[in-house]
């Protein structure tokens, strides 16, 4: 089971990424994924969930910013982020919980 994310990078405050988590090994439609995020010199927090079934959870910090989805087709987990401020600065991590990618980093900065 392998996880692979991407697509992060440096964007400005009020700027937009997506982010994405392909999957090889399994069938991301047959759980529930999560992401992630380690701000620098802090925790793991957890930002969002696709659950089996299609619905979603949030974390308040990321509620209204942030959709998490899912394209089966491409078996790859996505996360979308807009309004982006430099408190969500950090490393994003896709789990299963039992397996983890290797994480993207996601700047904000102007």
């Known amino acids: 089971l392998q996880l692979v994310e991407s697509g992060g990078g440096l964007v400005q405050p009020g700027g937009s990424l997506r982010l994405s988590c392909a999957a090889s090994?399994?069938?991301?439609?047959?759980?529930?994924m999560s992401w992630v995020r380690q701000a620098p010199g802090k925790g793991f927090e957890w930002v969002a969930d696709?659950?089996?079934?299609?619905?979603?959870s949030y974390a308040d910090s990321v509620k209204g910013r942030f959709i998490v989805s899912g394209d089966f087709a491409e078996n790859t987990l996505v996360l979308d982020l807009k309004s982006l401020i430099a408190e969500d600065t950090a490393v994003y991590y896709c789990?299963?919980?039992?397996?983890w990618g290797q994480g993207t980093q996601v700047t904000v900065s102007s």
């Open positions: 789990t299963t919980w039992s397996n």
């Open positions: 090994g399994f069938s991301l439609i047959n759980y529930s």
């Open positions: 696709l659950n089996l079934g299609g619905s979603t």
